[in-house]
Structure formats: C-alpha cells, structure tokens
C-alpha cells in the first residue's frame, strides 16, 4: 500500500474487540514511534506500554469524561518526556504517537490519541498527577498523551482525496 493511502486509510477507533494485541504487531507500533523525527535529535521522549487489563481500567480515569477506549483496549502507550531536555518536547512526543497510530491503523488494529497534557482526571486531579501515580514516573517527566490500542470491532469510513481539504493549502503568500 502505498503511504498516501495508509494515511487516508487512518482513523481514530474508540471501541474495540476483546482480542488481544499481538505481541509483535505491538512492538511494530513502538519501533514506528521509536523511529520519530526530534529536534536537535535529543529524543526526550520514554513510552510505558500497559497490557494489564486492571491498570487500563484505572488509567480509563484519567479523563472527566472517563475514556472508556482505555477500558476497552488491549494495550496503550504512554508517551512521556523531560521538559528539561528539549523546549520542543511537545512537538517530539505529539510526532511519536502519529507515528505510533498510523502503524496501528496499517497493521490492521485500532487506535486513539487520548489527551493527557494540560487535561483533568475523573477525580478532579490534573491527568499528569492522576497517570503519574498509576504509572510511577518521577515528576521531572511530563506526559503528553496516551494511545489506546485493540483489535479492530470496526473501522470508520477511510478518507478519500476528495475529502482532503486542499483549499487549506496557500502557494507563495497566505
Ligand atoms: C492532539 C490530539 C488530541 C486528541 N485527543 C483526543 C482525546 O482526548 N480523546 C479522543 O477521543 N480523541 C482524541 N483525539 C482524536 C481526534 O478526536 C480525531 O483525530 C478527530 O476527531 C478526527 O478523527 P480521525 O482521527 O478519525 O480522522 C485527539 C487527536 C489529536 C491529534
């Protein structure tokens, strides 16, 4: 398939089938991230992988809505890095899981960004309090975002170039 194509093919999936994610196709998905463009090259960024399914219920908490896509998933990935590190931390770890769920969407699973950064927890806690203490990274360590990962139950409908909103695009000058 072409790249083009894998990216049109890309969507957001939320709920997902009981089956697990292979272990191989999941360490595809982390090697996509690990492959990620960083500024200066520093690569701020450390991935937890959870697989248990009680700690993806717990971190499900991690948002006011809950995100049930966290429940119901077989795994997700937390992306983390040191601010101290890169003044371009965001930018690095948002690349990493684009990366991360567009290996996901081609490999026939389903995925979803869940927003951790500036965002609050079902208790009222800030995400970042709420996920450090569920996955004990020290407080030098900011979490972007997580992905949750699962088979597929169902897919939306792929983009087609047609949709591309190419009106957005400006030549020369705005
Ligand atoms: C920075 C960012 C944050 C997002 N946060 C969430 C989120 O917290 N929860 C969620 O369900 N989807 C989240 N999404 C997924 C978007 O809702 C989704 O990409 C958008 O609705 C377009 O749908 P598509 O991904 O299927 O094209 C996020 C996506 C991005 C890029």
């Not at 937390?78 to 101290?84: F, K, L, Y």
């Not at 965002?119 to 020290?138: F, K, M, W």
């Not at 139950?153 to 792929?158: I, L, Q, S, V």
């Amino acid at each position: 398939m072409e790249l083009l194509d894998t990216m049109l093919r890309r969507r957001s999936v939320r709920k997902y089938a009981p089956e697990k994610v292979e272990k191989d196709k999941l360490e595809t998905i982390l090697k996509a991230g690990l492959t990620s463009a960083s500024g200066r090259g520093i690569r701020p960024w450390e991935l937890i992988v959870v697989e248990d399914p009680e700690t993806l219920q717990k971190l499900a908490g991690c948002r006011e809505p809950e995100k049930n896509m966290l429940a119901g998933a077989g795994a997700a990935i937390a992306v983390i890095a040191d601010p101290e590190k890169s003044s371009t931390w965001v930018e690095d770890c948002s690349i990493v899981m684009a990366n991360m769920h567009l290996m996901a969407d081609h490999l026939g699973l389903g995925s979803c960004w869940v927003q951790c950064r500036m965002r609050t927890a079902h208790n009222g806690q800030s995400t970042e309090d709420y996920v450090r203490c569920i996955l004990g990274y020290p407080e030098n360590m900011k979490i972007e975002a997580i992905l949750s990962v699962g088979s597929l139950a169902g897919h939306p409908d792929p983009y087609n170039e047609e949709d591309l909103r190419m009106d957005k695009v400006h030549y020369e000058t705005y």
